[in-house]
T-cell receptor, first 110, second 114 residues
Framework: GQNIDQPTEMTATEGAIVQINCTYQTSGFNGLFWYQQHAGEAPTFLSYNVLDGLEEKGRFSSFLSRSKGYSYLLLKELQMKDSASYLCAVKRNQGGKLIFGQGTELSVKP | GAGVSQSPSNKVTEKGKDVELRCDPISGHTALYWYRQSLGQGLEFLIYFQGNSAPDKSGLPSDRFSAERTGGSVSTLTIQRTQQEDSAVYLC????????????FGPGTRLTVL
């Protein structure tokens, strides 16, 4: 089976740094994804990790440890527009389907 | 179009009625996915098409749900004898192929079953 856990809600201050954690247990792991979803909108792709380590892309970075079944999304220099739900998803070896966590609702306060 | 499109954007139906939801993937994308998102929940995989291969239907919650993809492009998700628990946002996504990592999502169809 598969299980993906991430915090339900987080709050952070504009200009600060926030780390959103995701742990997973799944067979046939073939990569971990982070998506951003603003209320009422479609999810948009943020990052993909398949090897251990940190992937940096502008203000956003994503980390993966396959041995620990753990990933995090790091958001720097937070802006109000970063208030959104952040979805962690695992891709399994069989085909391209993604298994999503419940999502973390991030609120950025002034 | 430039992105994945879905229709209708909103659908209200009565319990017991059948509904059809449509997805137009990005041109040239061979992989197409259906997910649903219930209020306050994460995305739940429903079904996946890749080229001419048999679809992966492992996520369909019951035999009231079915989907087809005609000509390797447009897909229709059909829900028969709708129930109130079917109320959700149904999202379609496409990618260049199953080995490509980025899935592009459409805006979704919000289904409300009264």
């Amino acid at each position: 089976g598969q299980n993906i856990d991430q915090p339900t809600e987080m709050t952070a201050t504009e200009g600060a740094i926030v780390q959103i954690n995701c742990t997973y247990q799944t067979s046939g792991f073939n990569g971990l994804f982070w998506y951003q979803q603003h209320a009422g909108e479609a999810p948009t792709f943020l990052s993909y990790n398949v090897l251990d380590g940190l992937e940096e892309k502008g203000r956003f970075s994503s980390f993966l440890s396959r041995s620990k079944g753990y990933s995090y999304l790091l958001l720097k220099e937070l802006q109000m527009k970063d208030s959104a739900s952040y979805l962690c998803a695992v891709k399994r070896n069989q085909g391209g389907k993604l298994i999503f966590g419940q999502g973390t609702e991030l609120s950025v306060k002034p | 179009g430039a992105g994945v499109s879905q229709s209708p954007s909103n659908k209200v139906t009565e319990k017991g009625k059948d509904v059809e939801l449509r997805c137009d993937p990005i041109s040239g994308h061979t992989a197409l996915y259906w997910y649903r998102q219930s209020l306050g929940q994460g995305l739940e995989f429903l079904i996946y098409f890749q080229g001419n291969s048999a679809p992966d239907k492992s996520g369909l919650p019951s035999d009231r749900f079915s989907a087809e993809r005609t000509g390797g492009s447009v897909s229709t998700l059909t829900i028969q004898r709708t129930q109130q628990e079917d109320s959700a946002v149904y999202l379609c996504a496409s990618s260049r192929g199953s080995s490509y990592n980025e899935q592009f999502f459409g805006p979704g169809t919000r289904l409300t079953v009264l």
